[in-house]
């Protein structure tokens, strides 16, 4: 009995004789960041720019195919499809991009947006948007129209869902796109429906393999150019990639020497046999 | 009856045992924890204000008996200049497994500084606890008193591998530092207190 009524007059002591600091759960909201790069080669992520953050893009595809061997140095001799961009986190969840491509000197401006994002165990998931206006400045002279001409002007919006399965190690993504006057030199303005997928596998935090492909589901897949003959084909691009401080290499595989979006959406110049696939790189910086 | 004379005097006495509590203060404009990577021609720092915890002690004088404290930092909130370069350090630092870094222990030694009256200089020993990993550290600490308040300040180095985070690379294949500067600077309130149960 005495020690029940010791121990009860001085528990309320000794409960006092403690800090009456707590500690509190972390504040710091963390975006899902499923893949580590904002683009793939041929497709943006959902990974976003962060508010005041640069990004540098340069992106070549050879012209001569790997088949032609040393001749063409596998396609490094030349000519190339290039393209250079520069990026800007507008806000966390907003970036705008504005690249140009040698081919048909088209200029493009990007608009990227998060629209979601959801941690989960086994299926995270984000989905973000991506706008488009591309503008071809380089009208062959054949060509009897104005560079400001408004059929110079092409508009795409793609929708873009990530995850990443396998613990991490496999990024999916499927980036539904629709591009409109696919065709600028149509006299009739054409649409095209494509439903891009990609896929990256990560060995490691450096290392990892990726693929591509792109396949168009309704609308224009002709011609890009005056004299061109045939049509356009699915794209299908594949190859390695490292990403490492603030840099992301990619060299690959690819049917398509069409860079930029309005272009690239259209399909590529040729089919995705072996024969055909030309090399590729893709790098971007953080700034 | 006589016989719960000496258990009530004594339980008087230890409700009004005095001491001391001061508690990190969160709305203080000037905290700061910035960690420092010196690597040449990219050497770069991150800071943050998110600290919290508090020091506590019996006893009328500083630090008198028991000294004992927690100081914990949001490892998500680093801020390096560049998001990207935030985003990269989360990742390798592990902050959705590991939030805070956390430093638990007790002052060990104190003394006044000769050079200000107001001025203490004080060793912290305790655990050290980031990405998982905990180690015993000692960390020299300067304390300045005022009415209601103390700075603290404190300066240290450690080691990324002994706390099993692998050095990120900066630019490129270029390596960020194996050892990191820490600086700490941050206000405490003084929590008036009396351990006095009546």
Not at chain 1, 118 to 139: C, K, Q, Y
Request: proline letters at 4%.
């Amino acid at each position: 009995m005495k020690n029940i009524l010791t121990t009860a007059l001085l528990l309320p002591t000794l409960a006092l004789a403690q800090p009456s600091w707590q500690s509190t759960e972390s504040t710091t909201e963390e975006p899902v960041e499923l893949f580590r790069a904002t683009m793939t080669p041929n497709f943006p992520t959902t990974t976003m720019l962060y508010k005041g953050d640069w990004h540098y893009e340069i992106s070549h595809r050879f012209h001569p195919t790997i088949d032609e061997g040393y001749d063409a140095n596998f396609g490094f001799d030349g000519p190339a499809s290039m393209r250079t961009a520069v990026g800007y986190g507008v806000s966390d969840n907003l970036s705008l991009t504005l690249g140009r491509s040698n081919l048909l000197d088209n200029l493009d401006l990007q608009i990227k947006y998060r629209l979601w994002d959801a941690e989960h165990s086994t299926l995270p998931s984000a989905v973000a948007m991506r706008f488009g206006l591309a503008w071809n400045t380089d009208i062959p002279t054949i060509i009897d129209r104005g560079k400001t001409d408004g059929a110079n002007f092409q508009y795409y919006a793609q929708l873009v869902y990530n995850t990443l399965l396998f613990d991490g190690k496999l990024g999916v993504g499927i980036v539904p796109s629709y591009l409109y006057n696919s065709a600028i030199f149509s006299v009739d303005k054409q649409y095209t429906f494509t439903l891009g997928n990609y896929y990256q596998y990560y060995f490691n935090d450096l290392w990892g393999l990726w693929l591509e492909y792109n396949p168009a589901l309704s609308g224009y897949q002709g011609i890009l150019l005056p004299g061109e003959s045939g049509h356009s084909y699915d794209s299908l691009s594949f190859g390695t990639s490292i990403e490492t401080g603030g840099h992301a290499f990619y060299i690959f595989a690819t049917n398509n020497t069409r860079l930029n979006p309005a272009q690239f959406l259209v399909g590529a110049p040729t089919s995705a046999s072996p024969k055909n696939w030309h090399i590729a790189f893709g790098i971007t910086r953080h700034l | 009856m006589k016989r719960w004379i000496p258990a009530l005097a004594l339980c008087l006495l230890a409700t009004s045992i005095q001491a001391g509590e001061w508690h990190v203060d969160k709305k203080a404009k000037d905290n700061l924890v910035t960690f420092t990577s010196e690597v040449i021609s990219l050497t770069f720092d991150g800071t943050t204000e998110k600290v919290d915890g508090y020091i506590y002690w019996e006893g009328e004088k500083l630090f008198e008996k028991k000294a004992q404290f927690i100081i914990e930092v949001e490892m998500a909130s680093f801020d390096t200049g560049i998001g990207k370069r935030n985003s990269d350090m989360r990742d390798v630092i592990g902050t959705k497994k590991w939030p805070k870094a956390s430093f638990k222990g007790e002052i060990v030694q104190h003394a006044p500084d000769s050079t200000a009256a107001d001025l203490h200089n004080a060793i912290a020993r305790g655990t050290f606890s980031l990405h998982g990993v905990e180690r015993k550290i000692d960390v020299p600490v300067k304390i300045k008193v005022a009415r209601g308040h103390s700075i603290i300040d404190a300066n240290f180095t450690m080691r990324l591998e002994d706390y099993n985070i692998e050095a990120p690379s900066l630019a490129a294949f270029v390596k960020v530092s194996e050892e990191v500067a820490v600086a700490v600077h941050f206000t405490m309130k003084h929590i008036e207190k009396e351990k006095d149960s009546k």
